[in-house]
């Protein structure tokens, strides 16, 4: 298993990861968005900083929220993203795949070799 990101990459990439989840669900809450990341890769991820990730996305427009019954207990906090968050995605989507090629072009061919090899053994 591949060792964890560092905290701050996880924390720079944590809004994109939550739009590109809440895009393919209807809606969403904070501990099954925790699971999904976590099942993803990204366990590191604490509730202190998903919530307050989750706030700006609010603020921002990116993600509304709706108050639900919870299961058998307090209600229940939900995330829908909205056609503005849809419009980050897809902006941020494309300026992380380029980041992330120039990155990579910036590491020794060996790095990249593992990489691959990487790639072909795991299908990732």
């Known amino acids: ?3 964890a990101p560092p905290t701050a990459w996880t924390r720079a990439a944590l809004p ?3 739009l590109g989840i809440l895009d393919g669900e209807p809606k969403s809450y904070g501990y099954a968005l925790l699971s999904r990341l976590g099942d993803a890769g990204l366990d590191g ?3 202190a900083t998903l919530y307050p990730a989750l706030t700006r ?3 921002e427009g990116a993600v509304e929220v709706e108050w639900g019954a919870g299961d058998g207990g307090p209600g229940r ?3 829908r ?3 503005e968050g849809r419009a980050r995605l897809r902006r941020d989507q494309a300026a992380w795949g380029n980041f992330s090629r120039t990155v990579a ?3 020794p061919a060996e790095a990249e ?3 691959e090899a990487h790639e072909q053994v795991t299908g990732a």
Do not use: N, R
Request: glycine share 4%; aromatic share 8%; proline share 4%.
């Open 1 to 3: 298993m591949a060792a």
């Open 16 to 18: 994109l990861c939550l």
């Open 45 to 47: 991820v604490k509730p």
């Open 57 to 59: 996305l609010e603020e």
């Open 77 to 79: 906090k939900y995330y």
């Open 81 to 83: 993203i909205t056609e």
């Open 105 to 107: 072009s910036l590491l």
């Open 113 to 115: 070799a593992e990489g």
